[in-house]
């Protein structure tokens, strides 16, 4: 089951004002539609990932498919991009930086490669950036069809863990799913710790999230969970890749309270899921997992399990 491109609404446009100006003047007249990512890589020519392959940008301002004829990413293009993503504040985002992206107005997340500082044996900081990673938010109205029936039965929502390794549209599919329950009239409470779901500008969503939908953006997660159950009374909690004991026991409590879960989780399947000691607790608290690829492109739906 594959997600049509064509059905995508993508920021594309707003992206590139976060690119370097030396690279942003060729990409003017290159359409950009479908691209998935933008990769600036120290040395290397700038790249655009679509779902039928990678182009790169050459200087004649097209796409092309040859390296040698295309724009060269220096250390003034990473730095200025920087400066650009981060309003020429880089600590004023550190805590992101030192968690690998950087995300930014309309839902886009910059992933950043570079030297680790660390702190003990914990990762402070990001020096010497060596590559960025543009990944274009992206939202998709019915990206959730095949499974709201499974979702939403009976009149009850299902607790519902999204599995997916990156890009295979976990946080597409959650926005549409959170679109789907709040037309429907349940309140619908989203905790978007990396300010990637809601993607939130002056209180406005970039995203159609529906009428019933309240968001919590950059609370930590498992804290913020807990914050919206008692402050907000949601029918549903949504947020996106739950990690480590402290999420898992924050999903417990919501899902005895009454309230309903749906989240996402990096992974394979069910299976890579169970084997995981740090996860495998997890699973008891969903009814339903869904498992995305990307085979036949972002969204591809591997398999719907109820048991495990």
Request: proline share 3%; with cysteine.
């Amino acid at each position: 089951m594959y997600i049509a491109t064509s059905a995508a609404v993508r920021q594309t446009s707003g992206i590139t004002s976060f690119m370097p100006r030396d690279i942003r003047k060729f990409l003017y007249n290159i359409d950009l539609g479908g691209a998935s990512e933008i990769r600036l890589r120290l040395g290397k020519p700038a790249a655009i990932y679509f779902p039928d392959g990678c182009r790169y940008v050459s200087r004649r301002g097209n796409l092309t498919t040859v390296p040698a004829s295309a724009v060269r990413v220096t250390r003034s293009h990473i730095e200025e991009a920087l400066e650009t993503a981060t309003a020429s504040s880089v600590y004023s985002v550190k805590d992101e930086i030192k968690n690998g992206y950087i995300t930014v107005r309309g839902g886009h997340r910059i992933g950043i490669a570079g030297t680790a500082v660390l702190e003990g044996d914990k990762v402070s900081f990001l020096k010497d950036v060596s590559a960025l990673n543009y990944r274009v938010a992206s939202e998709v109205i019915g990206a959730a069809d095949k499974v709201m029936p499974l979702i939403l039965k009976d009149g009850k929502v299902k607790n519902t863990l999204i599995i997916s390794p990156p890009g295979a549209g976990k946080t597409t599919m959650l926005r549409d799913i959170t679109r789907r329950l709040s037309y429907d009239m349940y309140r619908v409470s989203v905790v978007d710790e990396r300010r990637e779901i809601a993607a939130m500008c002056d209180g406005v969503s970039a995203f159609d999230l529906g009428n019933n939908t309240d968001v919590l953006e950059g609370a930590d997660k498992a804290e913020g969970m807990l914050m919206v159950l008692r402050s907000l009374s949601p029918d549903v909690i949504v947020t996106d890749e739950l990690g480590g004991a402290r999420d898992i026991e924050a999903v417990k409590k919501i899902t005895m309270s009454g309230a309903a879960v749906i989240a996402t989780v990096h992974g394979s399947g069910v299976e890579m899921i169970k084997k995981r000691r740090d996860l495998a607790d997890m699973l008891d608290c969903f009814d339903l997992a869904v498992t995305l690829s990307r085979r036949d492109g972002a969204g591809t739906i591997e398999e719907v399990r109820t048991e495990w």
